[in-house]
């Protein structure tokens, strides 16, 4: 199982990990957050976030670790390239609730596999939402009178 630790800006790391917790509880205690502060130095938030990901690794079966961050090229994701070798410890940006999620329910995997599934989650969970229609509404909005609109009729 790989370790897991977000970075993002304040307080969303927080409050993606209270997130899993929702979702998660039983594991959410292999997530480790840290929230990016625009007033904390940058060395600090290094020093800190390297603390996170040894408590990570510590977590993982494999010494692996996967970081996610919110944003590419913010400052979350520069600190987490830093603490990444590319091979034990990978970073995907872009986080979401689907990706973390995803990666929670199979952080069993190996870690390439792992980064995998956040990617796919990520993705799979954008989508646009047509809206519902009204409880009331008894003809679908640009229908002419006599249109048929039978569930059972002309079925494919």
């Known amino acids: 199982m790989a370790g897991l630790l977000i970075i993002a800006h304040a307080p969303l790391a927080s409050a993606l990990k209270a997130a899993a917790g929702h979702a998660f509880p ?17 060395e600090d938030v290094e020093t800190q976030a390297r603390l996170l990901l040894q408590q990570a690794l510590r977590m993982s079966s494999r010494c692996e670790a996967l970081i996610l961050t ?20 990978k970073v995907v940006t872009g986080v979401n609730v689907p990706m ?16 995998a599934r956040a990617l ?10 047509a809206p519902a229609r009204p409880q009331n509404q ?11 609109f039978d569930a059972n009729k002309d079925q494919q």
Not at 100 to 115: F, K, S
Not at 120 to 129: C, E, K, L, R, Y
Not at 138 to 148: C, E, I, K, M, V
Request: with cysteine; net charge negative; hydrophobic share 45%.
């Open 138 to 148: 008894t003809q679908t909005l640009g229908a002419r009178p006599g249109d048929d």
């Open 26 to 42: 039983e594991a959410v205690h292999r997530v480790q957050a840290c929230d990016v502060v625009a007033q904390v130095a940058l």
């Open 100 to 115: 973390l999620w995803r990666t929670m329910n199979y952080a069993d995997e190996p870690l390439e596999m792992l980064v």
């Open 120 to 129: 796919a989650g990520a993705t799979q969970g954008v989508m646009q939402v």
């Open 70 to 89: 919110d944003a590419f090229g913010a400052t979350p994701s520069n600190i987490a390239q830093r603490l990444a070798d590319g091979v034990h410890v």
